[in-house]
C-alpha cells in the first residue's frame, strides 16, 4: 500500500494524521486564532536549541488567543527528556 492510500484508510477509521483546520469542531474543542499560532511557532523557534518544548493538555481550557505549553532548560543539550 502506498502511502496515500495507508493515510486514506487510516482516516477512515477514525485516525486522521493529516489534520485539517475544521478538525477542531469534530473535537469540539474551541480553535486557536492563527495570530496566537504564529506568535507560539515563532517563539517555540527561538527555544528549540535551549529547551525542551512539550504541548500541555491545559491549553484547550484557554481562551482562543492563548497557548500553554511545557518548557524546560536544556542543560545538557539531550534529544529527550530525562523523565521521559
Same mark, same amino acid.
Given at each position: 500500500? &502506498? ?11 477514525? #485516525?486522521?494524521?493529516?489534520? %485539517? /483546520? &475544521?478538525? @477542531? ?7 486557536? $486564532? ?9 517563539? #517555540?523557534?527561538?527555544?528549540? %536549541?535551549? @529547551? +525542551? #518544548?512539550? =504541548?500541555? %493538555?491545559? =491549553? $484547550? $481550557?484557554?481562551? &482562543? /488567543?492563548?497557548?500553554?505549553? *511545557? #518548557? *524546560?532548560?536544556?542543560?545538557?543539550? /539531550?534529544?529527550? +527528556?530525562?523523565?521521559?
Amino acid at each position: 500500500m &502506498n502511502p496515500s492510500e495507508l493515510l486514506n484508510k487510516l482516516y477512515q477509521c477514525g #485516525i486522521n494524521l493529516l489534520p %485539517r /483546520d &475544521n478538525d @477542531f469542531e469534530l473535537a469540539e474543542i474551541e480553535s486557536k $486564532t492563527k495570530e496566537v499560532e504564529d506568535k507560539a511557532i515563532e517563539e #517555540i523557534c527561538l527555544l528549540v %536549541r535551549s @529547551f +525542551f #518544548i512539550k =504541548s500541555s %493538555r491545559w =491549553s $484547550t $481550557t484557554l481562551p &482562543n /488567543d492563548q497557548i500553554m505549553a *511545557k #518548557i *524546560k532548560e536544556n542543560m545538557e543539550y /539531550d534529544e529527550e +527528556f530525562a523523565e521521559d
